[in-house]
């Protein structure tokens, strides 16, 4: 399971026009699911987002997480995540999982997070062509992988 979170002022999904979900002060979170995620996946990756001391402090220095500041979470599905693009100039995404089997996953990942958080998360809507809109804070946009945890 990858993402790329993102600490943002202010973060928007619209569909058709339409502004489906907005958050402010928080994180935007991009997240592909690959066919080998599982509960373990999630459980790491939403601890992860929900701990990673990344909002500033009094003094500036990035000591807060997102549960410290009471921020917001707005997650967005992204199979282009697990893009491969190994061979030739078309990216291959033999390794994203398909919808069958990522929007369980996704939908778990969404409910963990917003356990930790004891905050519901915004979201996207699963396998639609989303506008994703936001103002990138610091900019500050980290790249987790539950299967190269580095």
Same mark, same amino acid.
């Given at each position: ?31 592909? !699911? ?107 946009? !980290? ?6 945890k580095e």
């Amino acid at each position: 399971m990858r993402a790329i979170i993102q600490r943002v002022k202010k973060a928007s999904v619209t569909i058709s026009g339409k502004k489906i979900a907005a958050i402010e002060n928080g994180l935007l979170i991009l997240v592909g !699911i690959e066919s080998m995620d599982d509960s373990a996946d999630i459980e790491w990756l939403a601890g992860k987002i929900v701990r990673m001391r990344i909002f500033p402090d009094a003094h500036g220095a990035m000591n807060n997480s997102l549960v410290d500041i009471v921020g917001e979470a707005l997650v967005v599905s992204q199979f282009t995540l697990h893009a491969s693009v190994k061979k030739g100039n078309r990216p291959s995404f033999m390794k994203a999982a398909n919808p069958v089997i990522s929007k369980p996953l996704y939908e778990c990942f969404v409910n963990q997070l917003g356990e930790l958080m004891q905050l519901p998360p915004k979201t996207g809507r699963f396998g639609e062509d989303m506008q994703v809109h936001l103002i990138n804070d610091g900019p500050v946009t !980290i790249i987790l992988d539950s299967k190269n945890k580095e």
